[in-house]
């Protein structure tokens, strides 16, 4: 069965998505339930439709679209990724699941291939954290993990609540609706770039993910004391903003003294309160990532930091409250998945590596409600989550390809 992938207009589909974007190339910004993000999933699906495929989406808008196997009740084969783009980000990261899995499928039919069981592309909403301050809702829903009073209490920079914002983008409906029935996928598979350097520099242009790393962020509010930059002596001070600053450099020396190279930590929100140049911070809201693909050692970090606050908050006289977002367990891909990749890529005699995702993907949450794993192409200089995020036609088209003979594998198992 050859299957021929149509690298071109997969090239000029990622391109024309990426410019359903808030800012000009090549950066893209695309924030879930944005205008350009609800004009991005509406021509997604056009083209779905556009491959006879049947759409549908659910109450958070996860869009799914089917490709009825020979065997409709028999639990499916899902693959798919996530199209929000964090702010002044690039166009490859979780567009290549999309459009790949969407351009595999295709391939797939032109080649007269017959699936047994149902083969289904997935678009997950909001995986990226940046409108809910919590990465991969569509997915957490589907799996249930998440509460589905997050409609309420999730809720926008202006105070929406994610129940509010959804419907208004029209996807109506309990989110507990959400739920996928155990048994609902027979496997799931996710095309992604590293967002890392070990593919590129070693030079090896596929990876089979055997592990994704277990993230974990939370919110560190800090309550000090304001006053006149100029009257207040240094004694009697209380100065919220040094007291965050202490927190983010014992949160980056937690992650360095672990011994492991898969401790990672970083303090990327700071907004510090009045926010005056000759007014003391009384008050710093800090959010913190912090991930290992050992959920012990990754804890063993967390402990540390809230040490830490105790004992900053006590020297300082501030007050201090951290708060998690999330703490979710690592994912350990499925291995009769990994070994489909693995024989895909040997058919083909192309060089793959077995690795772990440090980045999370809706694939940690798929994980818990089927055998899930993802396969991974290289990106220039491992650079993601920024403008000159960069993945060749060919590449991309090589993964397309292997995920497609990789489907094609799964959905007549
Ligand atoms: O942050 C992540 O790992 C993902 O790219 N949202
Ligand atoms: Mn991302
Ligand atoms: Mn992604």
């Not at 598979?189 to 790393?213: C, D, F, K, S, W």
């Not at 000090?224 to 009257?231: D, I, L």
Request: hydrophobic share 40%; glycine share 8%; proline share 6%.
């Amino acid at each position: 069965m050859k299957i021929d992938i149509d690298q071109n207009r997969l090239t000029r589909e990622l391109n024309e998505l990426a410019a359903f974007s808030d800012v000009p190339a090549p950066a893209v910004s695309r924030i879930v339930f944005s205008d350009q993000d609800l004009r991005a999933r509406a021509w997604l699906k056009d083209l779905c439709a556009k491959a006879n495929l049947d759409v549908r989406e659910d109450a958070v808008g996860n869009t799914f679209a089917r490709w009825h196997g020979s065997e409709p009740a028999a639990p499916a084969v899902g693959t798919g990724s996530h199209i929000d783009a964090i702010p002044h980000s690039g166009r490859y990261d979780g567009t290549v699941g999309v459009l790949g899995g969407l351009e595999a499928i295709r391939a797939l039919q032109a080649s007269g291939f017959q699936p047994r069981r149902s083969l289904e592309l997935l678009l997950f909403t909001s995986e990226e954290p940046t409108r809910f301050g919590l990465g991969c809702l569509g997915s957490r829903l589907l799996a249930g993990t998440l509460d589905p009073a997050a409609d309420e209490t999730l809720r926008d920079s202006e105070g929406s609540s994610l129940q509010e914002i959804r419907t208004r983008a029209g996807f109506h409906g309990p989110l507990s609706s959400v739920l996928l029935t155990p048994g609902y996928y027979d496997a799931f598979v996710e095309l992604h770039i590293e967002q890392g350097p070990l593919l590129e520099n070693r030079g090896v242009p596929l990876g089979a993910v055997t592990a994704i790393a277990a993230p974990a962020s939370l919110r560190i509010d800090i309550q000090g004391q304001g006053g006149h930059a100029g009257a207040v002596l240094m004694p009697d001070r209380h100065d919220a903003f040094l007291a965050a600053a202490e927190i983010a450099l014992a949160l980056e020396q937690a992650a360095r003294s672990t011994g492991a190279i898969d401790s990672v930590a970083t303090t990327g929100v700071c907004d510090i309160f009045p926010r005056v140049i000759n007014g003391i911070p009384s008050r710093v809201n800090l959010e913190a990532d912090i991930r290992d693909i050992d959920a012990d050692r990754r804890d063993r970090m967390l402990v540390h930091l809230e040490q830490t606050c105790t004992e900053i908050a006590a020297r300082r006289g501030v007050t201090i409250t951290p708060e998690f977002i999330n703490r979710d367990a690592p994912a350990t891909c499925d291995p009769r998945i990994v070994s489909a990749i693995a024989a895909v890529c040997d058919e083909n005699g192309f060089r793959f590596d077995r690795m772990v995702s440090r980045a999370y993907h809706d694939s940690l949450f798929m994980s818990r409600i089927c055998p899930a794993a993802m396969l991974f192409i290289p990106c220039r200089a491992g650079v993601s989550h920024l403008p000159d995020e960069y993945s060749s036609p060919e590449a991309i088209a090589q993964g397309t390809l292997v995920l497609a003979q990789t489907l094609a594998k799964l959905a007549n198992s």
